[in-house]
């Protein structure tokens, strides 16, 4: 038997060995030609790249049977060196045979391999660590867990995911690079505008002019692969990537202070002079480049996790179809796992670092005492629930969700392209009260990305929709924002109504001064006079927009209704001084109350008789009769649909006939009266030239 067993190991020993050194023979080859010794026709590519995903496929098997055996136990780093016999280094052994197996696993992922990433997530499925505090002997006394049919994954042993080798993959996943070359690169830069032109316009700042920096942005198939196949189906997988992509933003961000750090004692010499100042510069630039495209790939899968447990939902219940990577095990009185009970949600948020009393100062001998038996009745409750293990708990999952945003956000150089898509992400989905426990944790990012968007007039997209994550803070979460109406007043400037994203910009002005009953006079004047500047010079459609939410405005304040009914004095023919100061941001100073809006004289008079209607029922509207505008009917109106209406108008006859239809469509008039000539009457050449 013994026999036996030494021939088996030997002969696995002998496999291993001959398969890794394969890979290394390919791994050489590959760098050889990557350092441009050689060329290698992509047949030959293609062909190598199956070879060596049969041969990580295989070292997979033989490490899946070893830990099925419990021969080997990959989470013993280093080795057993408890001893010195032939058992403790055999596993010694395969201990570092397993870990050059997943290093060319893991090099096989940053090079953008799905066939590595398929075998690496079946590495992780094979290999489950024990949860602390439960061996499995006590998981073999549970009935559900204890059965003859081992292929079933619901009656597999109870265990959790490995948290070292997740964190493994998930760095290599966000850190994938494509080598681009100054052709490739263009072409690249390319493509990423033709797919952000149908709504965000491209900066400078998305082209990557040096062709030494490698690209660190993953390919899309190895996120959406990661996420659709190993990510969505596995509730406890997902609590872990998102400790994992927590803690890789962390790393990322300490590495860069260490770079800065070097510099900096680089350049600072002892005698104080300072030196190699530019050097130091490229080298803090590139890793900045670096950690944002980190990022950019962090925010990239975390897009791709929308299904977060809300609040008090079964979604984690095995019982509802929950799906495990492993199953979570039933815990008893004894077991001494680290657990949350079924109403941790209503105890976190009440001790949140960010609503309680205690962090406001107030730690009084009264307020200690009431926590005291707060804490006391909430483990009073605990102890007559069901336990179960932390990531089968809603708010860790939420918490977990949260604290990973957080800390990406915090990481520089974000590129303009993935913050505009972050910021659209967390109004629509994260800010909910039901998926993220402290919404207004995100108010800093908000308010630095707007500063960040006004100061940078290519990415006014991102400041505005930067206002719309503070308002909807404002709105739900009660955040106190006194400056949010200056800042939206700062974004009214005559190119607004001809952006791409004007829509969404009128929207959320619309739903900001329409939905407070309760704003400052001068705050409702200010706006009102620079909307009805913004219509002089703007299109129909804008103009349109911009009279009916004037028209709401002043029928809902009525104390701004002096703007429309001002008129100067009889010794100076009934003009009025305009003193509306148009170029400061500050509502105060503006001085609107004390003009009056002589721009809907002139919009009277305009080109669209929409428009020139529209203007004149301004301030003669009956407040008891006339409904109020609704603005989603203004916000569709373009070049197109104007042009659309009038066309329709004009094909059903003008409303004259009876209703009937004109055969052949309407004539459009081009002037009112029908010229004679091509001179008036008037004029010198009126008898030479005559019309027949």
Not at 254 to 274: C, M, P, T
Not at 583 to 603: N, P, Q
Request: hydrophobic share 35%; aromatic share 6%.
């Amino acid at each position: 038997m013994v026999e036996s067993n030494l021939s088996s190991s030997s002969q696995t020993a002998q496999e291993i060995k001959t398969l890794l050194q394969q890979l290394r023979k390919s791994s050489r080859q590959k760098n050889k030609q990557r350092g441009g010794i050689g060329g290698v026709g992509s047949r030959v590519n293609d062909g190598r790249d199956r070879e060596d995903a049969l041969r990580l496929d295989g070292l997979r098997k033989i490490f899946s049977r070893l830990i099925e055996l419990s021969e080997f136990d990959f989470e013993c780093v280093g080795g057993d060196k408890r001893g010195n016999g032939v058992s403790s280094q055999w596993k010694a052994w395969l201990v570092t045979q397993h870990d050059e197996f997943i290093s060319h696993l893991l090099e096989g992922i940053v090079d953008g391999k799905t066939t590595a990433l398929r075998t690496y997530c079946g590495v992780l499925a094979s290999s489950p660590v024990n949860i602390s505090g439960l061996s499995r002997n006590q998981a073999n006394d549970d009935d559900r867990l204890n059965t003859e049919n081992e292929n079933d994954p619901e009656e597999r042993l109870a265990g959790m995911i490995s948290e070292r080798l997740l964190n493994k993959l998930l760095e290599a996943a966000v850190k994938s690079r494509l080598c681009f070359n100054n052709r490739t690169a263009a072409t690249a830069a390319n493509s990423s505008r033709n797919k952000t032109s149908r709504g965000e316009e491209e900066t400078g700042d998305d082209i990557l002019s040096s062709d030494e920096l490698l690209q660190l942005v993953s390919e899309e198939s190895i996120l959406a692969l990661l996420e659709t196949e190993f990510i969505r189906p596995h509730r406890d997988v997902q609590y872990f990537v998102y400790k994992g992509l927590h803690q890789i933003a962390l790393d990322s961000l300490a590495g860069l202070e260490r770079v800065r750090k070097n510099a900096n004692s680089d350049v600072v010499k002892k005698d104080g002079e300072k030196k190699n100042e530019e050097a130091a510069d490229v080298v803090v630039a590139k890793a900045e480049m670096k950690v944002g495209l980190v990022a950019e790939n962090i925010c990239r899968l975390l897009m791709m996790m929308d299904y977060v447990p809300k609040r008090h939902a079964d979604d984690l219940n095995v019982e509802n179809g929950a799906g495990y990577l492993f199953p979570p095990p039933v815990l008893s009185e004894s077991d001494d796992v680290v657990i949350e009970d079924d109403d941790d949600d209503d105890y976190s948020d009440a001790f949140d670092d960010n609503s309680s009393e205690e962090q406001e100062g107030k730690d009084t001998a009264a307020s200690k005492k009431r926590r005291k038996s707060q804490m006391k009745e909430s483990q009073a409750k605990r102890s007559k629930k069901t336990k179960h293990i932390s990531w089968q708990q809603s708010y860790k999952h939420r918490h977990a969700h949260q604290e990973a945003w957080l800390s990406v956000l915090r990481l520089p150089n974000l590129p303009s392209r993935t913050q505009r898509r972050v910021l659209q992400h967390l109004s629509t989905y994260v800010l909910s009260n039901d998926i993220c426990p402290s919404p207004l944790r995100f108010a800093e990012y908000f308010t630095a990305s707007f500063k960040g968007g006004v100061g940078n007039g290519s990415n006014s997209l991102a400041a505005i929709l930067s206002l719309h994550g503070l308002f909807i803070l404002m709105l739900d979460n009660q955040l106190e924002y006194p400056q949010f109406y200056n800042s939206l007043y700062q974004l009214l400037h005559p190119r607004i109504l001809y952006t791409k994203h004007r829509t969404r910009f009128l929207r959320l002005l619309s739903k900001s001064l329409s939905s407070n009953s309760m704003l400052p006079a001068y705050v409702v004047a200010s706006f009102c006079k620079r909307l009805c500047r913004l219509a002089l010079s703007g299109p129909p459609s804008g103009g349109l927009f911009v009279l009916a939410l004037v028209s709401n405005l002043l029928r809902k304040h009525g104390e701004c209704a002096c703007l429309i009914h001002r008129r100067g004095k009889d010794e100076d023919g009934g003009l009025i001084e305009d003193v509306f100061v148009e170029d400061v941001h500050d509502l105060i100073k503006t001085r609107a109350l004390e003009s009056c809006l002589w721009e809907l004289s002139a919009l009277e008079k305009h080109y669209h008789p929409a428009i020139s209607t529209l203007a004149k029922s301004i301030g003669n509207e009956d407040d008891k009769t006339t409904p109020m505008h609704d603005m989603e009917d203004f916000l569709t109106h373009t070049y197109k649909s104007l042009f659309e209406q009038e066309k329709k108008r004009l094909g059903s006859g003008g409303g004259g006939g009876g209703g009937k239809k004109k055969v052949g469509g309407g004539r459009v008039s081009l002037t009112f009266v029908e010229p004679e000539g091509l001179f008036t009457k008037d004029d010198v050449f009126a008898d030479i030239l005559k019309c027949s």
